[in-house]
Each structure stands twice: as C-alpha cells, then as structure tokens.
C-alpha cells in the first residue's frame, strides 16, 4: 500500500543515514583528538581506569623530581667525604714524615692545622638544599638522615602508599673532629701518635664515603626504576584510550561512502510519493 501521509521507506532511509552520521562524528573525533576513549561518554569503565593510571603517573613524576633532589644532596655529601679522605691521606703523609728526628716539628704542624681547617670547612659547606649528611644534625632541625621518597604503592582498589627509606648521616662532624682529638706534633712520640690517630681518621672517612656512595647508586637505580615504570603506565594508558589512526582513517573513508549512498538512498525513498501523481492523470 502506498501513502501520501507515511513513507516508510524514507523513515529507513533516514534512520540509516543518521546512524552513518554519528558513527562518522565518532570516527572524526577520534581522529581530532587522537583518543578512542576522550571521555566517559565514550566508555566510561576505561576512561575511569585511564584516569586513575594518570592519576599515579602524575604521583610518579613529583617522586621523580624527589629523587633527583635526594640525588644531588647525597651526591654533595658523597663528593665532599671523598675530598676528605683525600686530605687525610695527605695528613697521614705529613704526620709519617713528622716521625723522624730531624724535622720542622712546627712547619709540620702548621701543615696540619691548615689541612684541619680545610676539613672541617668541606664539612660545614656539603649542604644541598639545607641538608648535609656530613654533619651531626642534617637539617638544623635535629635529623640524624635524609627521608627519601621512593615509590608509590597501589594493591588492589585501596589508596595508593608511599614507600621511602632513610639515608643516615655519616656524622664527620664529629667523628672527625681534627682540631679537638688530634694529637698536635712537637716531637717524634707525639707524631707516633698523632699517626694512629689519623689511620682512625682516614678509616671513618672512608666508611662514610663508601656508605654515602652505595646511597647514592640506591637512588640512581630507584629513579631509573621509576622513569621506566612511569613509562610503562603511559603506554599502558595509550593502549587503553588512544584512537589506531590506521583503523580510523580506513573507517572514515568507508563511512564517508556509506554516507553519500544514505543521502541517495533518502532522495530516491522521498521521491516515491510523487508516483502516485501519475494515478491522478
């Protein structure tokens, strides 16, 4: 049955020809935007997944930057005890040779004194930042080490924690106090002395080098780590939400062609009334 007042065929025509528009709305958004997920209209489970992942990539890169803060304040510490090391060998130099009869036993201790002072200037200035581990109290606040934010930890649904570890101060302030427990050189004796004290020295100097350097590679290693996991969550976020521009492109295409045989289809469909003029002829 035909009629002037419902064309079925055109309703088809045009309900098609909607759909092909959306789906070609959709497509040239995607491509646009580079995002087959842009918002939670588009899915919204995976769109809240993205989100918490970038949500936690963000938190990863503010413990990036921690780190390398944490990296640089131990590197200061660990370049300083290295320093010191190497003025007291030099020290342990000018005291051996204090041992014989035959010497400047005051130029040697002058020598000395010079050499103490310069210690204990290396460790008032190996700060970073207002922290130094080569003093008694690393932060003028009463720390005895630097907290040093590692990681962010998620299990489950459950709110992410943070992870950290402590870098104590190895404490030269102290430890090495040249000017006070160093036996100042008048004669051979007191050189003898003066040389054990020194290899005492020296081996404090170089456990606390030694431990500021294994610090420093355990931050080294955690920023690597992270910079990668930080990495491994982006892509994982781009698997989810971004658009395949191959898929869409080819898509675009056939939807473009699927769109013009809609618009011919509804003008044939919309055109099948005026037949009916030909009944009235």
Known sequence: MSSILTNNSAMVALQTL????????????????????ATAKDNSAIWAISKTMESDVSGFKAISKSLSLSESTVAVASASAEQITDILKDMKEVIVSGTSENVDFAKIQADIDERSALVSSIIGGAQFNGANLLATDVDGAGATGLTVLASLDRVGSGAPTTTTFSVATVDFEANLDLATNLTAITDSATAATALGEIETFLQTAIDGAAALGASADRISNQSEFVGKLTDALKSGIGSLVDADMEESSARLQALQVQQQLGTQSLSIANQAPQQLLSLFR
Do not use: P
Not at 20 to 30: D, F, H, M, R, Y
């Open 18 to 37: 909607k759909g092909i528009n959306k789906n070609l709305g959709e497509v040239q958004s995607q491509i646009s935007t580079g995002k087959a997920v």
